[in-house]
């Protein structure tokens, strides 16, 4: 069984920053690729940032220059530095991952909500 916690959302002033931590258990799991996704109220789910187990990375055009992905694969977890965030960052994030031999990411995690005020 696969489980997913994200960890580190919170409130923060237009501008500020926070950093989110995903922890992937799971016995024998092997990951491919780790990634965060986010959810505003009313919109559609968002791939905001990707990272391959061979570092390849991949970010939204909506937070390239901001925003920076990291990963440790001896303990599979994943970092997000958000940084110079604007309102419009406000949502849900999820950690979310594609197991080696897939090819779609998959969420597990209940999220953490990232809040920023103008």
């Known amino acids: 069984q696969v489980q997913t916690e994200e960890s580190g959302g919170g409130l923060v002033q237009a501008g500020g920053s926070l950093s989110l931590l995903c922890t992937v258990s799971g016995n024998g799991i092997d990951i491919n690729t780790m990634g965060w996704y986010r959810q505003a109220p009313g919109k559609q789910r968002e791939l905001v940032a990707g990272i391959t187990s061979g570092g390849g990375i991949y970010y939204a055009n909506s937070v390239k220059g901001r925003y920076t992905i990291s990963r440790d694969n001896a303990k599979n977890t994943a970092s997000l530095q958000m940084n110079s965030l604007k309102p419009e960052d406000t949502a849900r994030y999820y950690c979310?991952?594609?197991?080696?031999?897939?090819?779609?990411?998959?969420?597990w995690g209940r999220g953490t909500q990232v809040t920023v005020s103008s």
């Open positions: 979310c991952i594609i197991p080696e031999g897939k090819y779609e990411y998959d969420c």
